[in-house]
């Protein structure tokens, strides 16, 4: 049997549950809307880079090799540029488990940290911006940072998220689950497929609103309108903060 100080330990370290309170259930909707949002501007606005959807990225490496083209540098980065900051986000919630402390709260604040220096950086570069040059490509990167840590922490410090920037998998399991739901002769699985559905959904909405508001955005200020995905960062980690003080957290 665990001592209590045990599971106080587990208590200080887990992640919280997706519907533990109001605020975890709301914040993978706005996180969809970071990341659509996101991920549209850095398209519309450096010259065709994906920050959120990296498989778009080898899609349009591909073309460009079988095509003949000069690959453009930022799509190159990108892979790699998430893969690295996976890994090391794995590595930070590894150090913040061993001092016992709840990853939630500090994987958002580095999301914001990442967005907020991809909207200095990309407002400074001004409107004329050379998606080919150091300032745009650096500006890029820390976008695709901020979306590899926010990929990471729905998977290990939100129990029960969906993805809240990959949609072909989360249309997938929402139609396979209605589906269940429609047809299923076990009671036990379409409860299950019913409660995934409630996550699904507005993971789904939140993304689309999101790829609207910065399209939007983008067409008519240009990068600031990366100031709507930071600002929502913001209020994700003052989501994340009220959820794990909630929970009792550390």
Known sequence: MMSPEAEGRTAWVSAPSVDSSLGTKLLPSVLSVIAGSVDVISFLGLGGLFTAHIT???????AHVVSGGAAPLAPMLSVPVFMVVLGLTRLLVGGLEAIELASLRPLLLLQFLLLAGFLVL????????DPNAANAIVAGMLGVAAMAVQNALVQISLTGAPSTAVMTTNVTRFMMDVGEVLLGRDPAEVAQARRRTQHTWPAIVGFTVGCGLGAAGEATVGLWSLALPAG????ALAMGVAATLDGGER
């Open 122 to 129: 990309g407002v400074a570069a001004g409107p004329r911006l």
């Open 232 to 235: 929502l960062a913001l209020l």
């Open 56 to 62: 778009g990225n080898l899609v349009i490496l591909a």
